[in-house]
């Protein structure tokens, strides 16, 4: 069974260390990232019903402490998710940006668990 695993990130630096997390905690499985745009995101969180891992960041496109209204954000990525109901056996928020997450985690209450650890701050698993 393929297992599907979504990093959403705009710092390609960080994508060697969200990778290495992404196979310890869903080995085997079909890593997608996704460079800096929520729309990018969205279609291709519409390819699957069901995610095993999605590793999401707020600010996107190289700007910090974005508002949660704004459309290139993961805020809008997990309105989507809610809106077409798209499952997960995990989710970790991985933004610095404590009122993005906020957004984030109520958008995403009750479609799977949702962590919130912060890029840098401790680990992730």
Not at 5 to 22: C, E, F, G, S
Not at 29 to 56: M, P, Y
Request: aromatic content about 6%.
């Amino acid at each position: 069974m393929t297992r599907h695993v979504l990093i959403l990130d705009d710092n390609r630096r960080r994508h060697p260390t969200l990778q290495k997390v992404a196979a310890e905690l869903c080995p085997g499985a079909t890593t997608t990232v996704v460079l800096t745009t929520a729309d990018e995101a969205k279609e291709e969180l519409g390819k699957h019903s069901h995610w095993d891992l999605l590793l999401l960041d707020h600010d996107l496109g190289g700007r910090i402490f974005v508002a949660p209204s704004d459309p290139n954000t993961g805020s809008e990525v997990a309105r989507f998710i809610r809106e077409k109901t798209i499952k997960f056996s995990r989710c970790i928020l991985h933004s610095l940006n404590p009122y993005g997450v906020g957004v984030m985690r109520k958008e995403l209450k009750g479609l799977g668990p949702v962590e919130f650890a912060p890029f840098g701050y401790g680990k992730m698993r």
